[in-house]
């Protein structure tokens, strides 16, 4: 090997470490990347700066647009009102995953599962039924619909535009169509039959401590004519009269880490854990102050109701903390308390760093309750009637989306221009409603996809993806081009679990070119292959965005999805084994 190749080789794998770890933004990995590749020579600054004006890139960020439209119009609330009304948990996965599926296929996977995670934790508690029997084949069923074309899903256009820089004929928007509607069905028949049952029944203890929605850490500040001035916490027995759990006293700027002896004076703060309804009833019996609404005060000439909302994953406020964010000034909100999954709270409630799927109760009126459902950051788990929103503009953005779809489909526009055209119009039209389109798009995403994108053209400049063929092929020996396309659909599937699906895209597409090529195939139903197993990430919850959503909603376990997701995988990999070089010849 090469120099060149010796130090692409060291970033790839530095690379997927990061996206692995989680440790550092996905987005930012993208840009360190990019730094090194260009002050190491392996790219030029033309070649670098590319994946800024990359089709895939470009359609991306319009496709985001669309599918914010469709959310934020309010499109998809008739049948969400519809589908609450269901009250058999078994018929309310079937129904969701009916809905979802096709829906993927147009519209974006994390606005989908935002949109009914709420209806569906809502029937779960009318029902009695566990979230975690109904969330994860909902997330699934995402995924499934987003393979099914080619602008279902951000990997699908990556796939295409590489494809295209290899030289290969671009995708039809419908090209996937048929094998991805077709392990949808497979897909959903499976979970109704075989993952039902590996689904947890019930929550475990350990699971449910740290998910259970209603478990808050909050602050209580002791008043003047509070009973527990001068009592120990110990004395105060607040475990066994409120099933509240005191973590910490705070006094002044002193953190006192054991506070069980110390005796309580006016102005400590206790940050309390428990179920709000308990905290709430311990702080009127004990005539204390909920200290970040003393903090901030409360507009006392209108109602103000209690709102609980979900950080979504990858979005631009995870690492801020909740004084940076300052809910009070932004959303004329109050931060009441938070719930963090797996973590015991011990600062302050302003310096607590939020990560995806932190639930907050917040304390806001009636149009702050109505702006935070038109946050992109946010999921609200309590649902309200937004009035704001009017069937106008949901039938304006259906038929905008339509059109898109057939006049891309068709080949009068190209796909860029046509999801372009189709975001002016949802603006012209309304469909965003009074907030900026660009506070709902997803920048990360849009900085990664253009940031990665110059690591396939070193991989290839520096012929480190010939090496690693080369290398690799005496795995597949002689067994032809068969062997070859698994090999390369499982390499794929295993990254995307560890780096996630549009890294893995880029790493995988010109590695299955250069093996197509050295087998005589066509690399076609190759780089079907690769948009194919990075799209469909069930193993982990860390592997899609929406898997990582239901993962804290849900109460899952790390292996409830191995249990589920790795023969889900098995099964999607047999399938398109069989089927791709049925739709795509393996022979040029």
Known sequence: MTLSQWMTLVIVIGAVALFASEKVRIDLVALIVLVLLVI???????????GFSNEATITVAAMFALSLGI????????????LSRIRKPWLLTLAL?????????????IALVATFLPLA??????????????LLPMAYAAQMGGVCTLIGTSSNLLADSLAQQHGIAGFGVFEFTRLGALLAVVGITYLMLVGRWLLPKEISPVAAAETDIGKYVTELKITTDSP??????????????????????????????????????VDDVLLVRGDWDKIEDFRKRAELEIDPENRFGTDKSSARILVEVMVKPATAIEGSSLGELDFNHNHDAIALAIHQRGRILRDKLKDVRLTAGDVLLLLVNEAGATALRSEEQFVVLSEREDTRRTPKRAIAAVLIMIAVVVVSGLHWLPIPVAAIAGAVAMAAAGCYGRKDLYEGIDWKIIVLL??????????ENSGLSQTLVESSMGLVGEHGPLAALLMVYLLTALLTELMGHNPSVVLMVGIAVTVAHS????????????????????????????????YYAGGYRFVDFMKVGIPLIAIFCAISMYLIPLFWPLQP
Not at 40 to 50: D, H, I, K, M, T
Not at 121 to 134: D, E, H, M, Q, Y
Not at 234 to 256: F, N, Q, V, W
């Open 40 to 50: 190491l020579q392996l790219v030029s600054p033309v070649e670098a700066l590319a």
């Open 71 to 82: 959310e934020r119009s309010g499109a998809l609330e008739p049948l969400g009102r519809l």
């Open 97 to 109: 995953m009916l809905a979802i599926a096709p829906m993927g296929a147009f519209v974006k996977n």
């Open 121 to 134: 934790l809502r029937v779960c508690a009318n029902t009695g039924t566990s979230p975690a029997r109904v």
């Open 228 to 265: 527990l001035v001068g009592q120990t916490i110990a004395d105060a027995k607040l475990g066994d009269k409120y099933s509240i759990y005191p973590l910490e006293l705070l006094r002044g700027d002193r953190h006192l880490w054991s506070p069980r002896s110390q005796v309580l004076e």
């Open 450 to 459: 253009a940031a990665i994108l110059p690591l396939g053209t070193a991989i």
């Open 519 to 550: 087998v005589g195939a066509d690399p076609r139903p190759f780089v079907v292959a690769v948009a194919f197993a990075a799209a469909t990430s069930f193993a982990t919850p860390v592997g899609y965005p929406t898997n990582t959503m239901v």
